[in-house]
């Protein structure tokens, strides 16, 4: 059985082949320390968990979610409050927020929704899979914008050849930024909008990381831009905000149009979330935000514990603002290696999984990524692990 041509283009998912060499070490009896995904480790907070029990008890909430059913209603109307409180951007529930099932299937379907064969998509280099994944995946023409650390990774628009431009439809964007942690301040956006405006050319910002923010840096969305909703979605999600990943809940919001066609896109796929799910998430959206507080309080200490002790066993690493990951780039003493070999070297002698940077896109050669997902105590641990890997003779 031969895959689809769209399905061979794909690269390999990064995860797959750090999998297989954790389970070899596991399999020798190591204890691995896993900063590899980036999947939340801290429980959902208890009303939210609550308010699912209590849902799930009720036979009506049992049956297929339609968009004018009362739960999705009032998630919509939930988002749009949540939005205007964080955000000061008024939406209007029915036509400008769209829930989906992760955002991660949003961003994958936005690109089947608007490509044609010969469309291109804007994807800076490196990124979240999905952002170019999906592009691959709905037949489009991928065009990756370098990121550099010296640039703050930020893209520069002005350098994408007049030729691609006229042939692209979508670009996606995301600060703060996985893997780098880059943050982008309300000035970038004015940018992004006034660079989009005439060209035709959907924005979708992923904000999945706009409550994960340390020292008090506030992550904007590009909706705060005067004129962005002509061109511009922005996602988000409950995984990271409200620990939330494997309920799979997200949301889009923005353009109504351009919701409208995504809304379509889905229509022919799924059938919504389940409704406790979505009463869940209005609970997460509505009720108290300290548990979000706590989350981003436990982030910030493991990130000081893992990012001070690197530093004394002699890897330096900036500081991030925001996200729960750390980007580091490769010791000298191992910059042979590509940040694959290195990762792989990483499980094996010191049992720590990280990502690395090429899973990201070509452009996250040269760096891995550790995951704050395990507690200080097993961050203490990575540290002596990698303390002995960097004082090995090579
Ligand atoms: C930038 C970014 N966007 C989207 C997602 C996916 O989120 P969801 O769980 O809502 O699909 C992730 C998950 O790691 C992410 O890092």
Not at 219 to 229: H, Q, Y
Not at 284 to 301: F, H, I, N, R, S
Request: charged share 25%; aromatic share 10%; hydrophobic share 40%.
């Amino acid at each position: 059985m031969q895959e689809a041509n769209r399905m061979k283009r794909l690269p390999l998912y990064l995860f797959t082949i750090i999998d297989k060499l954790k389970l070899e070490e596991q399999r020798k009896g190591k204890k691995i320390i896993d900063l590899g995904m980036g999947n939340p480790d801290q429980p959902t907070a208890p009303h939210i968990v609550n308010e699912l029990a209590r849902q799930a008890r009720r036979a009506e909430n049992h049956r297929y979610s339609r968009p004018m059913d009362c739960s999705e209603i009032e998630l919509r109307k939930a988002i749009a409050k949540w939005y205007h409180k964080r955000f000061q951007v008024t939406l209007e529930p029915e036509t400008e927020t769209l829930p989906l099932i992760g955002s991660k299937e949003g961003i994958a379907h936005l690109s089947l929704a608007f490509l044609n064969n010969e469309d291109v998509a804007l994807v800076p280099s490196p990124a979240y899979p999905v952002h170019f994944n999906g592009v691959i995946m709905a037949g489009g023409i991928l065009h990756n914008i370098p990121l550099s650390e010296k640039k703050g990774y930020l893209p520069d628009l002005g350098k994408i050849p007049a030729d691609i431009i006229r042939r692209t439809k979508l670009i996606f964007l995301s600060y703060p930024h996985n893997p780098t942690t880059a943050v982008a301040n309300i000035e970038f956006f004015k940018d992004v909008v006034r660079w989009a405006k005439g060209k035709n050319i959907i924005v979708g910002h992923d904000n999945a990381y706009s409550d994960i923010v340390f020292d008090g840096y506030r992550a904007p969305s590009i909706l705060e831009v005067r004129g962005a909703k002509e061109a511009c979605i922005e996602f988000h999600t409950c995984s990271k905000s409200y620990n939330m990943a494997g309920w799979r809940i997200g949301f889009a919001v923005g353009n109504r149009n351009i919701l409208k066609s995504l809304a379509k896109t889905k229509s022919y796929i799924d059938f919504g979330l389940f409704k406790p799910i979505q009463y869940a998430a209005i609970k997460a959206l509505t009720g108290p935000q300290d548990c979000v507080k706590k989350m981003v309080e436990v982030y910030k200490k493991r990130r000081d514990v893992l990012l001070s002790g690197l530093e004394k066993v002699g890897w330096d690493i900036p500081k991030p603002k925001a996200t729960f990951y750390v980007w580091a780039r490769i010791p000298n003493k191992y910059s042979a290696l590509t940040s694959m070999e290195f990762a792989a070297f990483l499980i094996r002698e010191a049992g720590v999984v990280v990502a690395p940077g090429t899973g990201f896109g070509e452009y996250g050669e040269g760096y891995v990524r550790f995951a704050l997902v395990e507690n200080e105590k097993a961050l203490r641990e990575a540290i002596k692990r990698i303390k002995h890997v960097l004082e090995m003779e090579t």
